[in-house]
């Protein structure tokens, strides 16, 4: 069965900081992998996607960066952190049905 | 901008009573799916339905879309205080091949034991 680990969990960054949240996929090869933000335990916002190792697509302008160094691995990046970067930020794989990591709470001070 | 819509916004219920969410959306799909968030968690996948299904059903949970009114309906029955979470649809549209989903706002369920 497929499982999607990211980490770490819950992180508190200060404005200005860099940002590295990690995301490894289990039990698939291959999988679509996407980066998601949501707000206020609302809306999902696609962030990125990425269809294979070292293809990236961004779907919104933003402060952040996504690399896919290997086949089940999918990092999202920031060099420079703001106070609009904070959410809840989900990593999820797609053969089929999308399936979610349990997500980073992400707070910039 | 998120295609899907779902409403009412939240939901309050008592236990066994039947819970539904209805999901609208404004482009043509290929596929609707319904996940669940309990709070701070991630999503899990609950049923995908096709654009060419009109209903489906998984154990309590049923499923339908009208295509022509662009819309969907989550039916939980005989619901349980467990089934407290969020609710959303998601939608896949033509082209997307890979999988791209656009999510609603979600619906807030909260049933009380």
């Known amino acids: 069965s497929q499982t999607i680990h990211q980490w770490p969990a819950t992180l508190v960054q200060p404005v200005g900081s860099p940002l590295s949240l990690e995301c490894t996929v289990e039990g698939t090869s291959n999988p679509n992998l996407y980066w998601y933000r949501q707000a206020a335990g609302r809306g999902l916002q696609l962030l990125f996607y990425s269809v294979g190792i070292g293809q990236i697509s961004s779907e919104v302008p933003q402060n952040l960066s996504a690399s896919r160094p290997q086949d089940r691995q999918f990092i999202l990046s920031s060099k420079k952190l703001l106070l609009s970067d904070s959410g809840f930020y989900l990593c999820?794989?797609?053969?089929?049905?999308?399936?979610f990591g349990p997500g980073t709470r992400l707070t910039v001070l | 901008s998120q295609q899907g819509e779902e409403d009412p916004q939240a939901l309050s219920i008592q236990e066994g009573e039947n819970a539904t969410m209805n999901c609208s959306y404004k482009t043509s799909i290929n596929n609707l799916q319904w996940y669940r968030q309990n709070s701070g968690r991630g999503l899990v996948h609950l049923i995908l339905i096709r654009s060419n299904e009109r209903e489906k059903h998984s154990g309590r949970l049923r499923v339908t879309l009208d295509t022509s009114k662009k819309s969907s309906s989550l039916l939980i029955t005989a619901s349980r205080a467990a089934d407290t979470a969020s609710y959303f649809c998601a939608t896949v549209s033509p082209g997307t091949s890979y999988g791209k989903l656009t999510f609603g706002q979600g619906t807030i369920l909260t049933v009380h034991p």
């Open positions: 999820a794989a797609f053969p089929n049905e999308q399936f």
